[in-house]
Each structure stands twice: as structure tokens, then as C-alpha cells.
């Protein structure tokens, strides 16, 4: 049976530490950090996430400053938020709620955050820089790190380790497969036009899981010992539960568990990290 790898317990570690340091940050420099955050219109599941991460930054001693925006905002309003937060002492990071309004470019939006205040490090040259051997991006984004603390944490060595990432999307697949190269791993990617998918993810010590495909990953894709992270969020039906419904990732969790030598519960694996990731990187950029 694999080791649950418990990302609750690792992201309350993580946070006590944040809360420490900021303390120190306020008592030694008289610095509070700051985050800003950005909501255009009105998804109530980009609310719900903007308050989760504002009310996580004011439990470690950050302030947040909340700024919403009418689905009708143009992108050059939206740019113009961007651009006077950018220029705020008081604010050490800036994040942009995705997806933003169809219609609206990301690129041009994510790219008006300065390098030094992207904290979910979605700066087209902060992913790029994920890719440079040698150098370190000022900021990488927070699930893909949030992966990379799971495995540090509980212990597993990345260096030498064949590592399979399945999913290849700029906000998770891409930047945790760099990540893992940088950190001298081999790594493969997959995706939806992989072949033989199962003989690929067979190879992998480390095995990533981020496509949005509930319980995809069944116990004869996986390596007898693996470690699997599975990142991904799938609601799916279920009538013993009262709401009719419960989430899963992208891993056939029960069938995994059996084979692998470590695995990532969902919920309650990568999740809680990625706030967490948030807040280091928040505190990062008012330390520096
Ligand atoms: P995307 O839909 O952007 O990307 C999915 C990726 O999976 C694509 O690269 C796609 O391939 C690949 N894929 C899809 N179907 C298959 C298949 N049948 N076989 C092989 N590859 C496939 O998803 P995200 O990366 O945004 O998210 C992935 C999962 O992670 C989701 O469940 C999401 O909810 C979850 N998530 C969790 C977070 C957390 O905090 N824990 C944060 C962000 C996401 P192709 O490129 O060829 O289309």
C-alpha cells in the first residue's frame, strides 16, 4: 500500500513558517506584505477562489487588496489597474484571476505584471525562464511548485528519476515538467496525442497527473513503487453523498494506491498546496 502524502498537513507547515517570517518582516524591516488581487466579472467560482486566497493572506499576517472589475471592463482598464498597482510600494504582488473575459488577452494583461510582483508567475518570461538551465525564474507558478514541495518534503529524490507529466498546459503540465528537468530529472511529457499512453507512464519513478479527467489513471499505467501527484479537480456524480456529487482527481485513487509507493489523496493533496505556494511567493517578493 502506497504512503498517503498529506498535502493538508504540509501546507499548514508551510503556512506557520510564512506566518514566522512575516512577523519578523514586520517586526525587523517594518514591512506588512502585500497582495493584490484583480476579478474581472462575475464567475462565482473565480470569487469564490480570489476570497480563499484573500482571506489565506490575512491568516499569515498579509494584507490583500481586493479589486473587482465589470465584465464589460475593457482590457485597457484592466491594464490600467494593472499598471498602478505595479507602481505601489504597498503592493508586493499582483494576481490576476483567470480565466479573464473572452475577448480579453491574457498575454498582454499577465505580461503588464512586473517580473518582481508575479507572484502566480504566469509572466510569459517567468514560464520561460522555468526552462533556463542555470537560471531561476523570479517567480514559479504556484500548483506546479506546489507539486515540487509535495515531493521535497515528503523526501523523494527528483535528481536522476524518470519523471512522466501528463498534461502539457501552460498554467500546470508545462511549468511542473520544467521544473523537474531543472531539478535533473528525465522528463516526458503526454498528452492527447500520445501514443500508447500506458507504456510511457509505465517508465515513470514520478508520475504527474494534470489533464481534467476524472480517475483516468488506473493501477496497470503505473510503476509498482511510483510516486504519483495527482493535480487534478474533477467533480463527478454520487448519490450516497447529500449534495449528489464528490471530487476526484485524475487518478483511480483505490486501484493506485495499491501499486504505488506514494500518492497524493484528492481533495487534500495538491489543493492546500497551491495557496500556500501564493503566499511564499508574496512573501518572497516583499522580502526582496
Ligand atoms: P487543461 O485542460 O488546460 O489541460 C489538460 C491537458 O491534458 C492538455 O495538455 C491535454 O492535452 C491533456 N489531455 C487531455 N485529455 C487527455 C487524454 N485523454 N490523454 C492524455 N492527455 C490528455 O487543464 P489544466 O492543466 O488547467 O488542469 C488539469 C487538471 O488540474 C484539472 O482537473 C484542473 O481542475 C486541475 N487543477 C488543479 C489545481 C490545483 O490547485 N490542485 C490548479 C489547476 C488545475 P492537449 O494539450 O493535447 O490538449
Redesign the pocket.
Same mark, same amino acid.
Given at each position: 500500500m502506497a504512503t498517503i502524502i498529506d498535502g493538508n498537513a504540509i501546507a499548514a507547515a508551510v503556512r506557520a513558517e510564512i506566518k514566522e517570517r512575516v512577523a519578523i518582516l514586520k517586526a525587523t524591516r517594518g514591512i506588512v506584505p502585500g497582495l493584490a488581487t484583480v476579478l474581472v466579472g462575475d464567475d462565482p467560482a473565480s470569487a469564490v477562489y480570489v476570497r480563499n486566497k484573500r482571506k489565506a493572506c490575512e491568516e499569515v499576517g498579509m494584507t490583500s487588496f481586493g479589486y473587482t472589475l465589470p465584465a464589460t471592463a475593457s482590457e485597457a482598464e484592466v491594464l490600467a489597474l494593472v499598471q498602478s498597482l505595479a507602481a505601489r510600494a504597498d503592493v508586493h504582488g499582483i494576481l490576476t484571476q483567470l480565466p479573464l473575459p473572452r475577448g480579453m488577452r491574457e498575454d498582454a494583461v499577465l505580461g503588464a505584471i512586473p517580473l518582481a510582483k508575479d507572484v502566480d508567475g504566469f509572466h510569459p518570461s517567468n514560464l520561460g525562464m522555468l526552462g533556463l538551465k542555470n537560471k531561476r525564474a523570479a517567480f514559479a507558478p504556484c @500548483?506546479p511548485q506546489?507539486c515540487i514541495e509535495l515531493l521535497t518534503r515528503t523526501g523523494v529524490t527528483i535528481a536522476g528519476k524518470r519523471a512522466v507529466v501528463?498534461? /502539457?498546459?501552460a $498554467?500546470? %503540465?508545462l511549468p511542473v515538467g520544467l521544473m523537474l528537468l531543472a531539478r535533473d530529472a528525465t522528463v516526458t511529457y503526454?498528452?492527447? /496525442? @500520445?501514443v500508447d499512453?500506458p507504456a510511457v507512464t509505465r517508465e515513470a519513478d514520478i508520475l504527474i497527473a494534470? $489533464? %481534467?479527467?476524472p480517475r483516468?489513471v488506473t493501477a496497470d499505467m503505473v510503476k509498482p513503487g511510483a510516486v504519483v501527484i495527482d493535480?487534478? $479537480?474533477?467533480r463527478i456524480d454520487d448519490p450516497t453523498r447529500k449534495s449528489g456529487s464528490r471530487l476526484v482527481g485524475?487518478v483511480d485513487f483505490e486501484a493506485v494506491e495499491k501499486v504505488a509507493g506514494a500518492i497524493t489523496p484528492v481533495p487534500g493533496g495538491? %489543493?492546500p498546496? @497551491?495557496i500556500a505556494m501564493l503566499l511564499q511567493n508574496t512573501l518572497k517578493a516583499a522580502e526582496a
Open positions: @500548483t506546489g501528463l498534461g /502539457r498546459s $498554467i500546470v %503540465g503526454c498528452h492527447s /496525442r @500520445t499512453l494534470a $489533464i %481534467g479527467k483516468f493535480v487534478g $479537480i474533477n485524475d495538491v %489543493g498546496m @497551491t
